[in-house]
């Protein structure tokens, strides 16, 4: 409310007037300058705002939120505890909705078959699939020995099946501001049979 107070911006005034929207929608309820600025603007131009939550984590790792939208909507109901407890929204203020990012997944179809992704990634269908979703790298930076040991074990024989591991790189390795550069597990999937990169379109 202090910075509401001491720092107002009306930068899309002409936006808000010319559309009148029914509804504003964000990603965050402020974590993210950009929406805490439009949030900001559209309750002084009496806009009603309602905020996603882009992450699983962003309550508890993203700092207080910047605005204070009409609903936000959480994940789950430990979601909704934490947005009340960490951001002081009453529970009236947040509903449970899911993930939104993950609703195409429930339609019927959206997800491939082991065919197609046998066939997307070039996979041998005789060979079990074990799947390794990279973390964040400045999170965890030791991805590369997790990819490079699950290869010793598939060429050595030591899990017990023949196998293949697919990894899925995280987004945040093609960020501008990082690098988009396959870098080590790049090298490692081309010294080594059964590993196969699954790159995240950005």
Known sequence: ALEERLFPTDLHADVWERHRPDLLVCASPGWFLADAIVLREAARHGIPTAALVLGWDNPTSKGYRGADPDLVVAWSQ???????????????????GGIPTWDAYADPGSLPDQAALSRRF?????RRIILYATSTPSGYSRNEAVVERL?????????GVPAQVVVRLHPINFRPDIAADLGEIGDIAARHEHVYLDVPEI
């Open 78 to 96: 430990r979601m909704a505890e934490q947005l009340a407890e960490l951001h002081d929204l009453a529970p009236d203020r947040v509903a449970v």
């Open 151 to 159: 290869a010793a074990a598939i060429e050595n024989d030591e899990l």
């Open 122 to 126: 070039g996979l041998d269908r005789e």
